[in-house]
Each structure stands twice: as C-alpha cells, then as structure tokens.
C-alpha cells in the first residue's frame, strides 16, 4: 500500500536554528514527490517538485532533496515567518490521485 | 487570475440537510480534486475528475457526491449531513500527466471551505 510519513509531528526553533524535516514514502514507483506549506486557516501552497532519487531544489531558505526511500526538506537559518505546516505528498505510477503526510508543524521562535 | 476559489467559506448544518460546496479555477487545469482535512488525518482525498464530464471515487468518498459539468467548476454535494462530516474540505486542481509519464505536476489549492455538522 502508498504510504507517506512525517517526521518529526512538530519541531520548535529558535531564530536562525537550522534543522531538517523528514517525509519517508513506500509507493510503486514514483512519479513525484512535492513539498508543500500551509499556514493556519489557509490552503496549502506549492513549494517543491522532485521526481528522482538525487534530484535537489532551493528556494530562499527552503532546500529539499530526494532518495529512493525519503525526502527532506532543510530549513536553513529559520525566520519566525517560516513557522507553518509543511506537507508532503506523492503521485506513484499509474494513478492520477496523490498521498499525503500528516505533516510536520513548524514554530520558529524570535 | 484568482487561481482557486471555494464557496462558501464558512457553514453550520444540522443533521441530515444537504449542501452543495462549489470549487472554481481559471487555470484551464484538467484535473479537480477534493480533500477533507481533520486534526492529525492530512489530507484525504474525497472525489476527483480527470476531465469534464468525468468523476472518479478517492479515499473517503462515502456520503459525499461530485459534479463537473463544466471544465471550471467541480461540485462538491453533501446530500444528508452526519457530524462525522464536520472538516474544512479543500479543492485542488493542476495541469493533466498521462498515467504513463514518469512526471507529475503540482497541484493549486483553494482557501478551504469549514463545515460544521450538528
């Protein structure tokens, strides 16, 4: 069965405190995986696509990366305005319907 | 472009009414989804149509029924309310892949319809 993990559920940081989130998948074969961020009372927001195992992306403080088992999505020198749910999902081979995590709850304190 | 757009925002139903949500995208995507979203389940994808005209079955797609009459619009019915359907339900869209490409596209989101059921 597709799966996508989240990890950690939450993560609080002090100003400028880099770390790193963790989406782990199990799909039959994968056609991408996307990054996305969700702030209270809002729609997710498209952040990153990657479809292969070492494939990278950067966007301001934001890198996520790919392998075969899982993604991460670096944080570097957070900002209060980081703070957020990231999400994670996947579309595996053959199937127009895409998985998601449950997410990973991001604070950032000033 | 206002990308994707829910209405209504915001609604109380009582047990056993009905309710019809209406997503709208001028993007000109293909694909339309729907997805409820409820503490600690993510996202969970109710229906979805992969072009006008057509529906396909998500998830959790039990008491809940789907329109997509015209490329733009994707209805979302709810024909006899239960609390257990108390959520904020979000409409996606994105640009169609064919099963058989190895890519996919993202998807827009719309700001989120929250349903409450009494």
């Known amino acids: 069965e597709d799966q996508v993990t989240q990890s950690p559920e939450a993560l609080r940081l002090q100003e400028g405190e880099s770390s790193s989130l963790n989406c782990s998948y199990t799909?039959?074969?994968?056609?991408?995986l996307f990054w996305y961020r969700q702030d209270p009372g809002k729609g997710p927001e498209f952040l990153f696509t990657?479809?292969?195992a070492g494939e990278e992306k950067e966007k301001e403080r934001l890198k996520a990366t790919l392998t075969k088992k899982e993604s991460f999505l670096h944080i570097t020198a957070p900002k209060p305005e980081d703070s957020a749910t990231y999400l994670c999902?996947?579309?595996?081979?053959?199937?127009?319907?895409?998985?998601f995590g449950t997410g990973t709850r991001l604070k950032v304190l000033a | 472009n206002a990308g994707v757009t829910q209405t209504p925002k915001f609604r109380v139903l009582k047990t056993g009414q009905s309710m019809t949500l209406l997503c709208a995208q001028d993007?000109?995507?293909?694909?339309m989804y729907w997805y409820r979203q409820d503490p600690g389940m993510g996202l969970r994808l109710i229906h979805y149509?992969?072009?006008?005209?057509?529906?396909a079955k998500g998830e959790v797609p039990d008491g809940y029924n789907v329109s997509r009459l015209k490329k733009q619009n994707f209805l979302l019915g709810l024909e006899s309310a239960a609390p257990s359907q108390t959520s904020v339900y979000f409409c996606?869209?994105?640009?169609?892949?064919?099963?058989?490409?190895?890519?996919?596209?993202?998807?827009?989101f719309g700001p989120g319809t929250r349903l409450t059921v009494t």
């Open positions: 799909v039959s074969g994968l056609r991408g």
């Open positions: 999902a996947v579309q595996a081979s053959g199937t127009y319907k895409y998985i």
């Open positions: 990657l479809y292969s």
């Open positions: 996606a869209s994105s640009y169609p892949a064919l099963l058989t490409s190895q890519n996919s596209y993202e998807q827009y």
């Open positions: 149509s992969v072009g006008e005209g057509t529906t």
């Open positions: 993007m000109n995507h293909e694909y």
